[in-house]
């Protein structure tokens, strides 16, 4: 069933504040769950405290990410108290994969929460509520035999134009790899990927309202197999083909990937699409084979190195980030010194390092702990040292070079617009808004913390297409401001 679009125009819109945790796919789910709501008459705005319902959309991933909503439960807690005195009732709600994992129980830790729904239900969040207003409660976290796409209404003109010109699209959910440390196979559930002609139609409506650039995302998006307009299992290198012939679209990513599932086809989409940007996110997480295979991550060291040189015998000039986990149950100093020399041997544009956190439920939480807290607050800072000095080389290295820039937003510095690089570096430059939504080439002059500053350097065809007065006078020496 659709959710009713119960708004009546005489009404004033009802006020959602969402706060969204973790990864882009809850910032993907967040703006999905407006959408729905927008039907219902509700409007987001951005402070606690004039909401009628608030959303907290969850993740589960560490205990630490975890935690958090408990405490901001307990502020919401005041929020409401503050509410019910001024004659208002505030509605909580919890979403995400803490309500998949915990259910009723956050109800019974956090009695202010109205309605506990799962990240695959949240497209009945119209019904719950009404359920809430009832019945006191509503929690739904089962996996709903319906996909839940096939519900959620798509995103506004409005809404679309108002998040600017690079979008998150999903396309594929859950995982079924288990590695050990992980929750997403028991809060997402099993992989299940979105036919190829849906997807095509976000991105095409996306593009229609000046998205420039769209980032596919996934638990393990590079697992993706919808089927296909020929009635096939299309692969991510194959879809990535189809988007890129999407008028408008000028920038492709996706995120994020497994080493083990990089088929033939994604690295032809690299060696064929222009579009398809040159920054890999490839978590390896541990430089060691004894770990590797003790978080079931079903591959080797050796086997990761040798998917890295696929990708950079098709594009010398590709990046790539990662994730790591230090301190997994068993990792010993010389599996620890073999994530360090992988690092090293790799080199990274940006990576992401985590003390491992055993999650309940989990095979690696059953598995005794035997790295110390003094030993991973070590690790962690000798690898996130080393990380952050390639990211630091990484990024000196664009100065004096000129790049091409998707210019997306004013800067906090008048006459100052800030866009990313292929790398997802910022870039500032002095120039008018105009040039939103446009990749422009921008010569490196230098690094402010991590964000390249330098001057638009457009000739030719680039410079006629662009509205007089569009680049700034002198842009050479700026702060970033951001
Ligand atoms: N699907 C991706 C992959 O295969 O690498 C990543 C999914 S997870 C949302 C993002 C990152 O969180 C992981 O790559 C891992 O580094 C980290 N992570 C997951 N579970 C963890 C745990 N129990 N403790 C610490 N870090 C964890
Ligand atoms: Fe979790 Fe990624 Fe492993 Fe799937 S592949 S279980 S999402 S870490």
């Given at each position: 069933?659709?959710?009713?679009?119960s708004?009546?125009?005489?009404?004033?819109?009802?006020?959602?504040?969402?706060k969204?945790?973790?990864?882009?796919?809850?910032?993907?789910?967040?703006?999905?769950?407006?959408?729905?709501?927008?039907?219902?008459?509700?409007?987001?705005?951005?402070?606690?405290?004039?909401?009628?319902?608030?959303i907290?959309?969850?993740?589960?991933?560490?205990?630490?990410a975890?935690?958090?909503?408990?405490?901001?439960?307990?502020?919401?807690?005041?929020?409401?108290?503050?509410?019910?005195?001024?004659?208002?009732?505030?509605?909580?709600?919890?979403?995400?994969?803490?309500?998949?994992?915990?259910?009723?129980?956050?109800?019974?830790?956090?009695?202010?929460?109205?309605?506990?729904?799962?990240?695959?239900?949240?497209?009945?969040?119209?019904?719950?509520?009404?359920?809430?207003n009832?019945?006191?409660?509503?929690?739904?976290?089962?996996?709903?035999?319906?996909?839940?796409?096939?519900?959620?209404?798509?995103?506004?003109?409005?809404?679309?134009?108002a998040?600017?010109?690079?979008?998150?699209?999903?396309?594929?959910?859950?995982?079924?790899k288990?590695?050990?440390?992980?929750?997403?196979?028991?809060?997402?559930?099993?992989?299940?990927?979105?036919?190829?002609?849906?997807?095509?139609?976000?991105?095409?409506?996306?593009?229609?309202?000046?998205?420039?650039?769209?980032?596919?995302?996934?638990?393990?998006?590079?697992?993706?197999?919808?089927?296909?307009?020929?009635?096939?299992?299309?692969?991510?290198?194959?879809?990535?083909?189809?988007?890129?012939?999407?008028?408008?679209?000028?920038?492709?990513?996706?995120?994020?990937?497994?080493?083990?599932?990089?088929?033939?086809?994604?690295?032809?989409?690299?060696?064929?699409?222009?579009?398809?940007?040159?920054?890999?996110?490839?978590?390896?997480?541990?430089?060691?084979?004894?770990i590797?295979?003790?978080?079931?991550?079903?591959?080797?060291?050796?086997?990761?190195?040798?998917?890295?040189?696929?990708?950079?015998?098709?594009?010398?000039?590709?990046?790539?980030?990662?994730?790591?986990?230090?301190?997994?149950?068993?990792?010993?100093?010389?599996?620890?010194?073999?994530?360090?020399?992988l690092?090293?041997?790799?080199?990274?544009?940006?990576?992401?390092?985590?003390?491992?956190?055993?999650?309940?439920?989990?095979?690696?939480?059953?598995?005794?702990?035997?790295?110390?807290?003094?030993?991973?607050?070590?690790?962690?800072?000798?690898?996130?040292?080393?990380?952050?000095?390639?990211?630091?080389?990484?990024?000196?290295?664009?100065?004096?070079?000129?790049?091409?820039?998707?210019?997306?937003?004013?800067?906090?510095?008048?006459?100052?617009?800030?866009?990313?690089?292929?790398?997802?570096?910022?870039?500032?430059?002095?120039?008018?808004?105009?040039?939103?939504?446009?990749?422009?080439?921008?010569?490196?002059?230098?690094?402010?913390?991590?964000?390249?500053?330098?001057?638009?350097?457009?000739?030719?065809?680039?410079?006629?297409?662009?509205?007089?007065?569009?680049?700034?006078?002198?842009?050479?020496?700026?702060?970033?401001?951001?």
């Amino acid at each position: 069933m659709r959710p009713s679009n119960s708004q009546d125009p005489m009404t004033p819109p009802r006020k959602l504040h969402i706060k969204s945790y973790g990864c882009q796919m809850n910032v993907y789910d967040a703006q999905r769950m407006v959408d729905t709501l927008a039907g219902e008459g509700f409007a987001e705005t951005a402070t606690v405290d004039d909401a009628d319902l608030v959303i907290l959309n969850t993740c589960h991933i560490r205990e630490k990410a975890a935690e958090k909503v408990y405490s901001e439960l307990g502020r919401l807690r005041l929020a409401k108290d503050e509410a019910a005195r001024s004659g208002r009732q505030m509605r909580i709600a919890v979403a995400g994969c803490v309500a998949q994992a915990e259910g009723a129980e956050i109800i019974r830790r956090a009695p202010v929460v109205d309605v506990v729904v799962g990240p695959q239900s949240y497209h009945h969040l119209p019904q719950l509520l009404a359920r809430a207003n009832a019945e006191g409660r509503a929690i739904e976290t089962e996996f709903p035999v319906e996909d839940k796409f096939a519900f959620l209404p798509p995103p506004g003109r409005e809404a679309i134009r108002a998040r600017g010109i690079s979008a998150f699209v999903t396309v594929q959910e859950g995982c079924d790899k288990f590695c050990t440390f992980c929750v997403v196979p028991y809060t997402r559930g099993a992989e299940v990927s979105r036919p190829v002609s849906r997807i095509v139609d976000d991105v095409a409506r996306l593009a229609d309202n000046g998205v420039r650039e769209i980032t596919l995302i996934g638990q393990n998006v590079n697992a993706y197999h919808g089927e296909g307009p020929d009635g096939r299992a299309w692969s991510l290198g194959h879809l990535l083909h189809r988007l890129a012939e999407i008028p408008g679209i000028v920038r492709l990513r996706y995120a994020t990937s497994h080493p083990c599932d990089v088929d033939d086809s994604l690295i032809a989409a690299h060696r064929d699409l222009p579009a398809l940007m040159p920054f890999v996110h490839l978590p390896v997480q541990s430089g060691s084979d004894r770990i590797l295979e003790a978080m079931n991550r079903r591959h080797t060291a050796g086997d990761y190195l040798r998917t890295i040189d696929r990708f950079r015998a098709v594009r010398q000039d590709i990046a790539f980030s990662s994730d790591f986990i230090v301190g997994f149950p068993g990792e010993r100093a010389e599996d620890f010194a073999a994530t360090l020399a992988l690092v090293t041997q790799i080199g990274y544009a940006a990576a992401y390092s985590f003390k491992y956190s055993p999650r309940p439920g989990t095979p690696a939480a059953e598995m005794q702990e035997t790295v110390s807290a003094a030993d991973m607050d070590e690790r962690l800072a000798r690898l996130q040292e080393l990380i952050d000095s390639q990211q630091s080389a990484f990024n000196k290295a664009a100065i004096g070079t000129t790049v091409d820039v998707l210019f997306e937003r004013p800067g906090r510095n008048p006459g100052q617009i800030v866009g990313r690089t292929a790398y997802l570096q910022p870039a500032h430059v002095m120039a008018r808004p105009e040039i939103m939504g446009r990749v422009l080439p921008v010569r490196i002059d230098s690094l402010e913390r991590y964000s390249l500053l330098g001057e638009l350097a457009v000739s030719g065809a680039n410079r006629a297409s662009l509205p007089a007065g569009a680049i700034a006078p002198s842009a050479s020496r700026l702060v970033t401001g951001a």
